[in-house]
């Protein structure tokens, strides 16, 4: 069972004082196993990305050495697997689907980095996608969403060129979307779309403006609200090497 994986869900409650204040040498935490996700038959690496959203779980998995194999699950704190959310791309494309999966009330988002694509009528490798799905509390649904640019549930901009890694990164929260491409134009990007009139639109690609050669802005990306987290995490300081740094973006008005 080497390379199956796991995921495990806890319960947490406080003693003393609360885990979320105080002085953090002082506080008293206890975690609390409360059950075990087994990988399903076939899946590799399973757990290598999470999510979760109420009793919701999204877990992702892939051939972290090949980058296929890539699936991703529905769960929830039960520790049920309700279902295998299915991109129709078969398990021996080099997609790493799975490597990043994120959740809102209703949406599942799960990136493919390495997906090939074409653009200009040439094959990009690595260009990588996304794509949106919906689910209730017991299973997916087809996706009632469409990405302006590709007129289905796929996230994919054509600027992107081979070994961009868009769908490094994902998130959701309220009306909008980040997906991070960890090496567009060397450094890495992120790109935003917002919700209109039931689609997603794309609204903009961010950068950082200290940009620096294979930092990887945009690997790891969060939002709460309006405000979206973007991680660099090889980003140097000084004389400091892959020190990396986070990023604090606003995006209300977009």
């Keep these: ?27 008293t935490c206890t ?17 290598l990305s999470l999510d979760i ?25 039960a520790g049920s697997i309700l279902e295998e959310v299915n991109s129709g791309i078969s398990n021996s494309t080099q997609s790493a689907y799975g490597a990043s999966v994120a959740l809102s009330s209703n949406r599942f988002i ?40 590709t007129g289905k549930n796929e996230f994919f901009h054509p600027e992107l060129g ?3 890694y868009f769908g490094s990164g994902v998130s959701i929260d309220g009306n909008y979307i980040l997906v991070g491409a960890r090496s567009q134009s060397s450094h890495g990007a992120t790109h935003i779309y917002r919700t209109s009139n039931g689609s997603f639109v794309y609204r ?18 969060s939002l709460s609200g309006n405000t979206a987290l973007i991680a660099a995490p090889v980003r140097s300081y000084n004389s400091f090497n892959n020190t990396g740094s986070i990023y604090f ?6």
């Excluded at 975690?31 to 757990?47: H, M, Q, R, V």
């Excluded at 973006?249 to 977009?254: H, R």
């Design 1 to 27: 069972n080497f390379g199956k994986g796991a995921v495990y869900v806890y319960n947490t409650w406080n003693t003393g004082t609360l885990c979320s204040s105080g002085n953090a040498n002082t506080a």
């Design 204 to 221: 903009l690609r961010a950068r950082s403006n200290q940009r620096q050669s294979s930092m990887h802005y945009g690997e790891h990306v």
């Design 53 to 77: 959203f109420g009793n919701a779980i999204a877990i992702g998995s892939y051939d972290i050495t090949n980058h296929n194999n890539g699936r991703a699950f529905l769960a929830n704190k």
């Design 110 to 149: 799960v990136g493919a980095p390495h997906l090939a694509r074409s653009t200009g009528g040439q094959s990009r490798s690595n260009a990588g996608s996304a794509f949106i799905y919906t689910y209730n509390s017991t299973n997916m649904t087809s996706s009632d969403y469409t990405i302006a640019e």
């Design 162 to 164: 081979s070994n961009n």
């Design 31 to 47: 975690l609390t196993e409360s059950t075990k996700i087994s990988a399903p038959a076939g899946a590799t690496n399973f757990g």
């Design 249 to 254: 973006s606003d995006l209300s008005g977009l």
